[in-house]
C-alpha cells in the first residue's frame, strides 16, 4: 500500500517551503526522487490485475522474450493491447503453456485463449518472493494457454526479441547436443533454461552460480575488449586525430561493444545496471574531473535509481554496489604498490566476509 496522496503532497509542500527558506537543496533532491520513486511504484501497481478465479480471455499480442523450456511447461512474456478493461493499455503478461506446447519463438505474433491469475505466489519463509519478482519485472497478470494460433510464423525484423531469436537458433544449429550449450546460451544470450537440476547443483557447491548472471563482471569484459579494438584501429589513424580524439575513440569503442552484448542479452536489469555503472565510469574519465571513487559509486547508485525505480525490488542490486563498495574500502585510497597475489587474496577474503 502506498501512502494517500493527499497528506504526501501537504509534507512536500511544507518541505519544500522550508528548504527554499534555509537554501538547502538537499531536501528538494530528496523530495524529488521520494516523488519520481512513488510515480513509478503506483504506475507498477495499478498495472497489477487481480482477475476473477477461472477468467478466460482471447486475446492477440507477441511474445516480446526467449521462451523458457520447463520439464512440464513452455513460459514467456506476452505482451498485448487488448486485455479487457484496459482500455488498450499495453500488458505484460507471463504465459505458461501446459502439455502439447508448439514451436513458439520470441518476436512471433500469436492468437491466445488464456485462463488468467493474478500475479501473486506462496508465502515462504524461505525462498524467492515471486509476487516480487513480477512487480519489478512489470508482469501484470499470470496467463494459462488453453488454446493458441499463430498469426505470423516468421519473426518479426525489427524487434530486438526476433534478433536474440535468430542467433539462439543460430547457436542451437551449431552446437547441437554439445555439453556446453547450456552455459553458453547462459553466458551470451541471458537464456538459462536450457542447464539442469544436476548442472545447477553443482554451479551452488561451488559458489558460481551468479556468474551466469549478466552483470558487472560480463558488460566489464566486453567493454575491455571493445576498448583493446579502439586501441588497435588507433593504430590506422593520422597521429593529429589521435592526439586529440583517441581517448574518445577506445571509449566509444568499450561502450559500443559492451551496449551490443546488452543487447544481446535482452537488457536485463542487472545488465542495466551494470551498463549504467560503466557510463558513467566513461563520462568521469572523458570528463577528466577530480572524482572521488565514492562519488562515482554514488552517481551510479543515482542514476540506476533514477532510470529505474523498482531496482532496489531485484536482490541483485544490492549485491551489486555492496560488492563494488568493499573493493573500493580495500583499495582506496591506494598506498603504495601491492602485489598480484596479496591483492587478489585481500579482495576474495573481503567479499567472502562481507557477503
Not at 258 to 271: E, I, K, P, R
Request: hydrophobic residues 50%; contains cysteine.
Amino acid at each position: 500500500e502506498l501512502p494517500p496522496a493527499g497528506p504526501v503532497i501537504a509534507g512536500s509542500a511544507c518541505v519544500l517551503l522550508v528548504a527554499a527558506v534555509l537554501r538547502q537543496p538537499g531536501p528538494v533532491i530528496l523530495l524529488i526522487g521520494t516523488a519520481w520513486s512513488l510515480i513509478h511504484l503506483n504506475s507498477a501497481i495499478q498495472h497489477r490485475l487481480d482477475p476473477p478465479e477461472g477468467t478466460n480471455v482471447r486475446v492477440s499480442g507477441w511474445v516480446s522474450d526467449l521462451p523458457a523450456k520447463r520439464e512440464h511447461a513452455l513460459s514467456f512474456p506476452f505482451i498485448t493491447m487488448d486485455l479487457p478493461g484496459q482500455n488498450g493499455a499495453r500488458t505484460t503478461v507471463l504465459v505458461h503453456w501446459y502439455r502439447n506446447w508448439p514451436e513458439i519463438k520470441a518476436g512471433q505474433y500469436w492468437s491466445l485463449d488464456l485462463r488468467l491469475k493474478a500475479a501473486r505466489s506462496r508465502v515462504n519463509f524461505s525462498g524467492p518472493d515471486r509476487e516480487k519478482w513480477y512487480l519489478s519485472r512489470g508482469i501484470s497478470v499470470l496467463g494459462i494457454v488453453q488454446e493458441g494460433q499463430s498469426l505470423s510464423p516468421g519473426l518479426q525484423p525489427e524487434a530486438l526479441s526476433a534478433w536474440r531469436q535468430r542467433v539462439h537458433d543460430s547457436l542451437d544449429h551449431i552446437l547441437g547436443d554439445h555439453e556446453a550449450r547450456p552455459v553458453l546460451l547462459a553466458l551470451s544470450l541471458a537464456d538459462r533454461s536450457s542447464i539442469g537440476q544436476a548442472q545447477w547443483s553443482s554451479f551452488r557447491a561451488t559458489g558460481t552460480s551468479h556468474l551466469l548472471a549478466i552483470s558487472g563482471m560480463h558488460i566489464g569484459l566486453a567493454a575491455m575488449v571493445g576498448l583493446m579494438l579502439g586501441r588497435a584501429g588507433l593504430l590506422l589513424m593520422p597521429m593529429g586525430l589521435i592526439l586529440r580524439h583517441g581517448g574518445r575513440l577506445c571509449w566509444g569503442a568499450g561502450i559500443a561493444v559492451a551496449v551490443w552484448y546488452s543487447a544481446l542479452a535482452g537488457f536485463g536489469t542487472s545488465t542495466r545496471r551494470a551498463l549504467i555503472m560503466l557510463l558513467v565510469v566513461c563520462m568521469v574519465q572523458l570528463t577528466r574531473r577530480n572524482t572521488p571513487p565514492g562519488h562515482a559509486l554514488l552517481l551510479a547508485l543515482a542514476t540506476v535509481l533514477a532510470g529505474d525505480p523498482l531496482a532496489p525490488a531485484d536482490a541483485g542490486f544490492w549485491l551489486s554496489f555492496l560488492a563494488v563498495f568493499i573493493l573500493l574500502y580495500l583499495f582506496v585510497p591506494r598506498n603504495g604498490a601491492s602485489g598480484w597475489l596479496k591483492s587478489t587474496v585481500r579482495a576474495q577474503v573481503g567479499i567472502v566476509l562481507v557477503m
